[in-house]
């Protein structure tokens, strides 16, 4: 049973920051053998892709919307990865989610693990 947990949603005003955590484990998940993804559903519209960052480090991309103000990182001795959110703007909010693929890949249909998801509203 494979389980990513995210954390560290929350309410914030126009122009600040927020860090998001998600923290993956299960006994047959090996962290390094994944690449991993964030994403993002506001209300009414469809889950779109935000930043992945690839298993070993080397690759990051990211949304036009948010490059440049966000931030995709990992530690693979913790088995988490993060996503910082800088300069956030009201059409930021949404439920942000983390997932797994052994791609690099910004389609979520090739993503294989998926969290439940963190709240993120940005107040203007």
């Known amino acids: 049973q494979v389980q990513l947990v995210e954390s560290g949603g929350g309410l914030v005003q126009a122009g600040g920051s927020l860090r998001l955590s998600c923290a993956a484990s299960?006994?047959?998940?090996?962290?390094?053998?994944?690449?991993m993804g964030w994403f993002r559903q506001a209300p009414g519209r469809e889950r779109e892709f935000v930043a992945y960052?690839?298993?070993?480090?080397?690759?990051?991309s990211y949304a036009d919307s948010v490059k440049y103000r966000f931030t995709i990182s990992r530690d693979n001795a913790k088995n988490t990865v993060y996503l910082q959110m800088n300069s956030l703007k009201p059409e930021d909010t949404a439920v942000y989610f983390c997932?797994?693929?052994?791609?690099?890949?910004?389609?979520?249909?090739?993503?294989?693990?998926w969290g439940q998801g963190t709240q993120v509203t940005v107040s203007s």
């Open positions: 299960g006994r047959t998940f090996t962290f390094t053998s994944y690449n």
């Open positions: 997932a797994a693929s052994r791609f690099t890949a910004r389609s979520s249909g090739l993503y294989d693990f």
């Open positions: 960052i690839a298993w070993d480090d080397t690759t990051t």
